[in-house]
């Protein structure tokens, strides 16, 4: 059975940091791209990061030159730290595991970040 299991959500105020943790189980985790997205209230799921299974990165702009996303292959995991946080990045993150093929597609359930004062 295939998980993604998200961690390191919460509350942090203007500036602050968080690190999200994805770990993956079930799945060949070096085989996959892995991503983070994000979902904030009445507003479309959106690709914050991605890392493919080579170590190529792509970040959305919203968000280039504050968060990182890296890959642990040993561990299966993907972290994504973010710094230097605003308001606007208020939402669920979710975790996503992709393969070309055979297409493959999975997400993990979430984890809310709050960014307030």
């Known amino acids: 059975q295939v998980q993604l299991l998200e961690s390191g959500g919460g509350l942090v105020q203007p500036g602050g940091s968080l690190r999200l943790s994805c770990g993956g189980s079930?799945?060949?985790?070096?085989?996959?791209?892995m991503g983070w997205h994000r979902q904030a209230p009445g507003k479309q799921r959106e690709l914050v990061a991605r890392?493919?299974?080579?170590?190529?990165?792509e970040y959305a702009d919203s968000v280039k030159g504050r968060f990182t996303i890296s890959r642990d292959n040993a561990e299966n995991t993907v972290t994504l730290q973010m710094n230097s946080l605003k308001p606007e990045d208020t939402a669920v993150y979710f975790c996503q595991a992709t393969r070309t093929w055979p297409a493959r597609d999975y997400w993990g359930q979430g984890t809310q970040v709050t960014v307030s004062s």
């Open positions: 890392i493919d299974n080579g170590g190529g990165t």
């Open positions: 079930g799945i060949i985790f070096r085989s996959y791209d």
